[in-house]
């Protein structure tokens, strides 16, 4: 069984790109959650894909939107690069929408805003 | 909206110590808790899921109790090791299907 995996590892952007995210759900999984991690800080929901539909949004803005695929992996993707969007993007998959399920999360994706 | 609480930030602590690491929330309606280690600019690792109805969970050296009337829940680790050294992390979900973070616990184990 795949583990959840995302890609790329590490990347550095300046203000102002845009930037895209991607992940691999576990197997058997539809769905996907992100999460932004600033340093020194618990994870904070982005927002979550369930069938390819967004089903559940944090308090993030527009400039922050997603994808996800009939594969069931997702893309975050985040306009207009502020430094302050420098932080570990994490996502996590589960088999279904039963808020009971465990989380399995990725290894992250580390974003540099300078 | 939910509030994740953990105390203390870090925590410093000799070899074969236990360590004792609590998380509070304010809206008891939750369906699970989850406990994540989490080592320095990496990804999260469950450690322990307690389901709403379960008081404690148990593996290996970890134990986690849940007490959701009072909002509070405790993480375990016997015999404490220099490889147990990492951040704790607590997350609750409420039917809202998102995880709810606390800040988490540094811990470091001295050899």
């Known amino acids: 069984e795949t583990g959840v995996t995302q890609s790329p590892t590490h990347l550095i952007k300046t203000r102002g790109q845009q930037v895209t995210l991607r992940c691999s759900s576990q197997?058997?999984?539809?769905?996907v959650s992100w999460y932004q991690q600033a340093l020194g800080q618990g994870p904070q929901f982005i927002f979550q894909?369930?069938?390819?539909?967004?089903?559940g949004r944090g308090n993030f803005p527009p400039r922050f939107s997603g994808l996800q695929f009939p594969n069931y992996s997702s893309e975050l993707n985040v306009n207009a690069l502020e430094l302050d969007d420098s932080a570990l993007y994490l996502c996590?998959?589960?088999?279904?929408?039963?808020?009971?399920?465990?989380?399995?999360f990725g290894p992250g994706t580390r974003l540099t805003v300078t | 909206k939910q509030e994740v609480t953990q105390i203390p930030a870090a925590l410093s602590v000799p070899e074969g110590e236990n360590l004792v690491l609590n998380c509070s929330f304010t809206?008891?309606?939750?369906?699970?808790l989850q406990w994540f280690r989490q080592d320095p600019g990496k990804g999260l690792t469950s450690l322990l899921l307690?389901?709403?109805?379960?008081r404690e969970q148990t593996s290996g050296r970890l134990n986690a109790s849940l007490d959701k009337s009072s909002g509070r829940s405790t993480l375990y680790i016997a015999a404490s090791q220099p490889g147990d050294s990492a951040t704790y992390l607590c997350?609750?979900?409420?039917?809202?299907?998102?995880?709810?973070f606390g800040a988490g616990t540094t811990v470091t184990v001295r050899a």
């Open positions: 996590a998959s589960t088999p279904g929408q039963d808020p009971s399920y465990e989380q399995y």
């Open positions: 197997s058997g999984h539809n769905t």
């Open positions: 894909y369930y069938r390819e539909e967004e089903n």
């Open positions: 809206d008891s309606a939750i369906y699970n």
């Open positions: 307690i389901q709403s109805s379960q």
């Open positions: 997350a609750v979900v409420a039917n809202d299907y998102k995880l709810s």
